[in-house]
């Protein structure tokens, strides 16, 4: 009986480099994804972008409007939806319309699981203790 040879190290090598190249190529993203070209010009996503620099820009009403538009025209992303969400939950908190506020982050939190406040946002004064309470 002959003894049993060990395969060479390049061999093996080869071998493990060959394998994590497969695993490699499953793990890349789609090259179809919409980017943001691709979407800017759908009209949620139009109206959610309207609705934040209304937003940004202390417009609220027109904020409160354009974001429940883009909600209403079906946004494609839940990430999308979540910070519409969040945006009408801010203006409902300062305008106080707090049970509205609290709807507002509950939704936000049935869209995406992993919605979150940042640190700042969750310490703001007026909706911060309404988002705390949404989250216990």
Wanted: hydrophobic share 45%.
């Amino acid at each position: 009986m002959k003894p049993m040879m060990k395969p060479p190290l390049a061999c093996i090598a080869s071998i493990a480099i060959a394998i994590t190249l497969s695993l490699a190529a499953c793990a890349l993203p789609p090259t179809d994804a919409p980017g943001l070209m691709d979407v800017s010009d759908r009209p949620a996503e139009k109206a959610l972008l309207a609705g934040m620099r209304a937003y940004d820009d202390a417009q609220y009403r027109q904020a409160e409007q354009q974001l429940l538009l883009a909600l209403n025209s079906a946004l494609a992303s839940k990430r999308d939806r979540a910070a519409a969400h969040k945006h009408l939950a801010f203006i409902y908190c300062t305008s106080d319309r707090l049970i509205a506020c609290e709807t507002e982050f509950r939704a936000a939190r049935a869209v995406d699981p992993k919605f979150t406040l940042s640190k700042s946002e969750a310490g703001h004064p007026v909706w911060g203790p309404v988002y705390q309470r949404v989250q216990q």
